[in-house]
């Protein structure tokens, strides 16, 4: 029978922003007594004036990990999936709970920390090796494996300063998958190197999955949490929003997304660039039933329905529609495929749809939005990233897999057919 290897019981890690102390030293010390005598620190007893400056990045997170678990942390940036990882790791300590932990812990929170670019790839092994727990006995028996596991042979002798950065992280992810700790710790370093490389890391990940270690995984990566995980842990604003079962969980962020666009409207500070000329006011992905959606099929034909509105009268208007993968390859559309090249928009709202079948292969994306004056060179008027993230799965309803893709095949330009009405 399963024992617990780690208990996290009401844990809370709160950040004081703006500030690495308090006002005086006298203060730092009684703060000090107090945290090591288990009573409430005084800067906890706060005002209305300095509780703006504090924020809870967790807040009473409790559950447990059993021994031989491949435990998948979910959440979207700011959850604080990282805070949890780091009081895990010892990197830092909670504000209050407690963290219970059986058996040797080694955690890959940020790949090739610890080299140095003077050192060749040979020596940071041996240092990035002892940082992360390898003694030297275990660093050598695993060095031919290692050197051969990144695939930089040919450059192992040469200082680091001079190799490329995905030869960095190649090297720095093969020392950090060659630890031997009983619990890992692993968070978003699948998506180092190129494909190939990719595919080791998954294969190297199910090994040590498969061997009875226990493994906290973070990733935003929904089919990679499937594939390796048994259970899943979802935290939303510092809380712990659903626990259980990897598909429920997943299930329940994906909806949760969905969720918080049903309305479809895009926040004010969604735009990377505005030039104050025009926003982009909502957005819905629309299914052949007319619903809407957030996760799709592998060639399924959908319709993406905008509003925008132009402050001014924009005479040769060109809209785009993107979808980006964790590597930043893009499919899209645009208006500019359609046979006039540019439209004209005048001052005020307008509806536009684009009907397509993205073609994209199975994965998780975001959906990115951009609008220029082409008679302006180009100049970009609105444009938005990441507004929301989809999942597309394999092939049809009936046959979903976890297999994962080669997503950058995605690459692709996609002509679609555009309507554009204004409102009067």
């Known amino acids: 029978m399963s024992h617990t290897v780690i208990d996290i019981n009401n844990v809370s890690k709160l950040y004081r922003l703006g500030a690495v102390s308090s006002k005086t030293l006298r203060d730092d010390v009684g703060m000090w007594f107090a945290r090591i005598k288990g009573k409430e620190q005084e800067y906890l007893k706060i005002g209305e004036e300095v509780k703006k400056q504090l924020m809870w990045a967790l807040r009473d997170v409790s559950f447990d990990i059993k021994d031989g678990e491949v435990l998948g942390i979910l959440g979207k940036n700011g959850a604080g999936k990282s805070t949890l990882l780091k009081i895990l790791s010892r990197v830092t300590k909670p504000t209050t709970g407690e963290i219970k932990i059986k058996g040797r812990i080694a955690s890959l929170l940020e790949v090739g920390t610890g080299f140095h670019p003077e050192l060749t790839g040979r020596e940071n092994i041996f240092l990035n090796g002892s940082i992360l727990g390898m003694s030297k006995a275990e660093i050598k028996k695993n060095l031919e494996e290692i050197i051969a596991f990144s695939g930089v042979e040919k450059y192992i002798d040469t200082p680091v300063k001079r190799y490329s950065s995905g030869m960095y992280v190649r090297l720095a992810f093969a020392v950090a998958a060659h630890l031997d700790p009983e619990i890992l710790i692993v968070d978003e370093v699948l998506a180092v190197g190129d494909f190939e490389f990719q595919k080791k890391c998954i294969g190297k990940m199910k090994d040590v999955s498969t061997s009875g270690r226990t493994v906290v995984f973070v990733s935003h990566s929904m089919q990679a949490v499937k594939s390796l995980c048994t259970r899943a842990v979802m935290l939303q604003a510092g809380v712990v929003a659903k626990e259980g079962n990897v598909n429920d969980v997943v299930d329940f962020y994906l909806k949760d997304g969905a969720e918080q666009i049903k309305n479809g409207v895009i926040p004010d500070n969604a735009s990377k660039y505005n030039s104050g000329d025009a926003k982009f006011k909502t957005i819905a992905i629309i299914n052949e039933k007319g619903e809407q959606i957030n996760n799709l099929y592998f060639d399924q034909l959908i319709t993406v329905q905008l509003e925008l509105e132009t402050y001014r009268t924009v005479d040769e208007c060109v809209i785009e529609l993107g979808f980006g993968n964790s590597e930043d390859r893009f499919t899209f559309t645009s208006t500019g495929d359609m046979a006039g090249k540019t439209i004209k928009l005048e001052k005020g709202k307008h509806k536009l749809s684009v009907e397509l079948n993205p073609k994209l292969l199975p994965g998780d994306y975001s959906v990115y939005l ?55």
């Open 370 to 424: 951009g609008v220029h004056d082409m008679s302006k060179t180009g100049l970009t008027l609105d444009y938005v990233e990441k507004i929301f993230d989809i999942t597309v799965y394999k092939f049809t309803a009936d046959n979903n897999s976890n297999f994962l893709f080669n997503a950058s095949l995605g690459k692709v330009r996609q002509e679609g057919k555009w309507t554009i009405t204004q409102n009067k």
